[in-house]
Every structure is written in C-alpha cells, then in structure tokens.
C-alpha cells in the first residue's frame, strides 16, 4: 500500500485563517486600549496573570512560534495521509473542551516575566503576528505537509499550529475581557 501525501492547504483554508490572525489581532488592540498603567497592573487573584502578563505572554508564544517552530516546521519530514486534519482543526478552535475554566500551566519559557511594558509587550504582539501571516501566506510552504509536535495537541501541521496561534489569542482576549469586569479593578489612577 502507498502512503498517500495530505493535500495542501486551500485558498479558503489560508484565507480563512489569515481573516482569523487579523481578527484575533485587531481584538487584543481593541480590549487594551485605553488601559491605565493600574489596570494594565490589576491582577484578580494573586495566581492569575495581570492584563500585562497575558500581553507579554502573547508576545512570547508568537516569537517562539517564529523562532522555533516554523524552522523546525519547514525542516520537518513531509507527512502522509492517517488522520483527518479538519478533525483536528475543530479540535484547536474549539479547545477547551472543559470550558473556558480549563487552564493548561504555560511552558516556562512563554510564561511572562515583566521583561517589557505594556505598550513593548503590545508592539513585540504586533510586529511577530505581522511576520506570522507572512509565514502562512509565503509562496513554496505547504503548510499541510510539514508536522510539528505542540506540547497539547500532539503533532500538528503548519496550517494547524496557525490555526493554533489565532484561536490562542482568541482565548486570551477573553481572559483579559475577564480581568477588565473584575469588580476590583482601578477604575482610575490617582
């Protein structure tokens, strides 16, 4: 029996996930603007992250994703034909399964640590999803070809580790949408 290749990712498959890169970052402008330096601060819990953190956070898993991932990716044997890869696209937009209270503890180096301000952290956010959508919509990649082990999901295609990104963000807005509704927050600084 021949292996048989996954087929590339289709102009509706890129395009989708381009809108959803856009739309996911277009969110995390929209949700801090506006913030004071004490809310930007405001953590709700002494364990839960301030709206500071998920920003740096968010920052760092893009750089990480473009620094070590996507040379990995490309370097990557090419994959043949076992699973269904729409199966698990659903299962990444659609993650958690347990809620939107179901947390999975951040790999060290993605946990944030203060390294840059607010408005550094939104800036390095900003510029590393830019060179993300150049990756997913540069010529010669097939995305649905190269696998890549994520420490959650197991191996995914480069198409899906985008898928990833996007719906990542997705779920930090809501937390920081969560944070900004907590009745302690500064409402303002004095």
């Known amino acids: 029996m021949y292996a048989t290749l996954i087929q590339p990712a289709t102009t509706t498959?890129?395009?989708?996930?381009?809108?959803?890169l856009a739309q996911s970052r277009t969110g995390v402008v929209h949700v801090v603007r506006g913030l004071t330096q004490a809310q930007w601060d405001f953590k709700p819990a002494p364990e839960r992250w301030s709206i500071a953190e998920i920003v740096e956070h968010l920052a760092l898993v893009e750089e990480v994703f473009l620094e070590r991932a996507v040379p990995q990716l490309c370097a990557s044997p090419l994959?043949?034909?076992?699973?269904?890869p729409q199966a698990t696209d659903l299962q990444i937009l659609f993650f958690p399964r347990g809620g939107?209270?179901?947390?999975?503890?951040a790999p060290q180096r993605v946990v944030p640590a203060g390294r840059w301000t607010p408005a550094e952290s939104l800036d390095r956010f900003l510029e590393k999803r830019k060179r993300t959508c150049s990756f997913l919509e540069a010529p010669g990649i097939e995305l649905r070809e190269h696998v890549l082990d994520h420490p959650v999901f197991?191996?995914?295609d480069g198409y899906q580790w985008v898928l990833f990104l996007a719906a990542h963000t997705q779920r930090h807005i809501k937390q920081i949408l969560g944070v900004k509704i907590h009745p302690d927050l500064p409402l303002e600084e004095f």
């Open 13 to 20: 498959e890129t395009d989708r996930a381009a809108r959803y």
């Open 79 to 84: 994959r043949e034909l076992g699973s269904e």
């Open 100 to 105: 939107a209270s179901t947390k999975i503890p």
């Open 154 to 156: 197991g191996p995914l």
